[in-house]
Every structure is written in C-alpha cells, then in structure tokens.
C-alpha cells in the first residue's frame, strides 16, 4: 500500500469512495452525492490552504482518502488554530485491509510535521467500530452530542474523539 498526496488524476476515485454510502449508512450525514466538479473545486480549497489530501493506493488503484481541515473556524477564532478535525473514508472493497489506519497515521504524522496540537474526529454514533478504532490509535472519546444530526428521517448523535499530538 502507498500513501501519498491526492491530485486531480484521483477525482473519480475520490468521488465513488465519498458516494458508496451515502445512500444507505449514516457515516456522512448528507443525502446528496458528490460531484467529480465538487471534489475538484473541495481538492483545490485543500491545497490553496495548505491542508493534506492522502490517498491510500494498492496495486495502482486508489482505496482510501483523508485529510484534515480546520476546526471552528480558526480564521475568526485563532485560538483553534492549532487543533484539526480529520476525515479518513475507505472503499468498501478494501475494509479491514489497514487503509484506515495507514491514513490516519498519515494525518498524524503530518500534523505533527505542521506544528499542530490536538486532532479531532467526528463520528456517528451508531458506527461504534470507528470509536474503537479510534481508541486503538490513541483517540479518546471526549464528548457526545445527542440528536444533532439527521439523516434517513431520524435524529443522529455526534461522538467527538481527540488526540493530543
């Protein structure tokens, strides 16, 4: 497996791993699908900031991407501007396969490297293998949101995992 930066030869891939479950699991709380125009326009957002797009490649085909991004806006709010918020989505066909852990390590790895200090997770709270996952990486659970979200007609509570860098 490779890890490297995204570019625009990515896009399709990127698209179809963002897509695969938005219509049915709650792990990204939209109905509406990606485009290939919108990923290029998110990718050139990342890259004009200065913020990391990984992918995870096996055998040339791309299974996994992440990055991080800014928490609560630490334009208006610098006092957040050392903390990031992560996002790491795997192909289904390449699930327990390490391509999750391969990119958050990335991520931390990065953030480390650009002087960051704590990186945040955000997850459904009805994915209870990603807060595991999570913990075995050193994440800890430090707050639930109930009911802050919907999708699918009901009402999804938010789990907040940090790590101290």
């Known amino acids: 497996m490779d890890i490297r930066n995204a570019n625009s030869d990515d896009l399709d891939a990127i698209t179809h791993i963002y897509n695969q479950y938005i219509a049915t699991r709650t792990i990204e709380w939209t109905e509406r699908h990606h485009t290939i125009e919108g990923r290029k326009a998110w990718l050139g957002a990342k890259r004009d900031a200065g913020l990391p797009v ?3 490649e096996i055998e040339g085909d791309v299974v996994g991407v992440g990055t991080y991004g800014d928490f609560r806006d630490s334009t208006a ?3 957040y501007r050392f903390t990031v918020e992560h ?3 795997v192909a289904e066909t390449a699930q327990g396969r390490g391509v999750g852990r391969a990119l958050v390590l990335a991520l931390i790895e990065r953030a480390r490297i650009d002087g960051l200090h704590a990186m945040i997770g955000a997850i459904d709270a009805e994915n209870p293998e990603s807060v595991a996952f ?3 990486l050193g994440f800890v659970e430090v707050g639930r949101l109930p009911e802050i ?3 699918f007609g009901r009402w999804l509570d938010l789990v907040l ?4 860098l």
């Open 54 to 56: 990984l992918v995870a």
């Open 77 to 79: 709010r610098e006092g």
């Open 87 to 89: 996002s790491v989505h």
């Open 134 to 136: 999570h913990e075995q």
């Open 149 to 151: 979200g919907t999708k």
């Open 161 to 164: 995992v940090q790590k101290l």
